[in-house]
């Protein structure tokens, strides 16, 4: 997908993934709109992106991450692109970690973009990109992280069946799975304390992979 131009959606532009990209696709011409749900940060990554279009909205809130979609289109007149960068972490023992902080995990790390990227299927054209990032618990669950990796893992699944779906549309789904990234992301958990974790990619190179994911053409 070609970035200048593109109308993208980025869900999630107030954690620290989800700004950088939204920067930086602004910086790459695209014309972006952003949502979040920290206002004071939402409103500073709109200012830097050329006081782009700017939507609060709560992951936990299924109905207001569909809405989104049908937002953004009126604000840029259309869709390219949707890049959801939401997600929140979670540690601990399975045996400790209660059925309502599972939920949690499940919802705003599954439902959530998956409410979104379902209330684009018929906005996105061809040519264009569905995505969503899910990371590297997919492919290796930790101890300590059962609920968080099953979450990210529904997403996978979701993404690889849509992807299978969306082929002869020529809509690219895109399962964007980042190693650990140096973001403090997994310091603002919602339960538990993080485990020992190897150096971190830097936020610029999460982007840097997001960005290839996008623009890399596909057959």
Known sequence: MELTGARVLVPGATGAIGGA?????????????????????????????????????????????????????????????????????????????????????????ALAPMAVLRAALSEVPPGGALAAVTGAVVDAAPAGMADYAAAKAALAAWLASLRRERRRAGVAVLDVRLPHVASGFAERAVCGAPPALPPGRTVDEAVDVILDALTTPRD
């Open 21 to 109: 990209l939204a920067e930086r696709l602004h910086h790459e011409g695209a014309r972006v709109a952003v949502a979040g749900r920290d206002p004071a940060r939402l409103a500073r990554v709109s200012a830097a992106c050329g006081d782009a279009p700017a939507r609060r909205f709560d992951a936990y809130d299924l109905d207001g991450c569909a809405r989104t979609v049908p937002w953004a289109v009126a604000e840029l007149g259309g869709l390219d692109a949707v890049t959801v960068c939401v997600g929140v972490a979670g540690f601990g023992p399975a045996e400790k970690v209660g059925d309502v902080v599972a939920e949690h995990l499940l919802t705003v790390n």
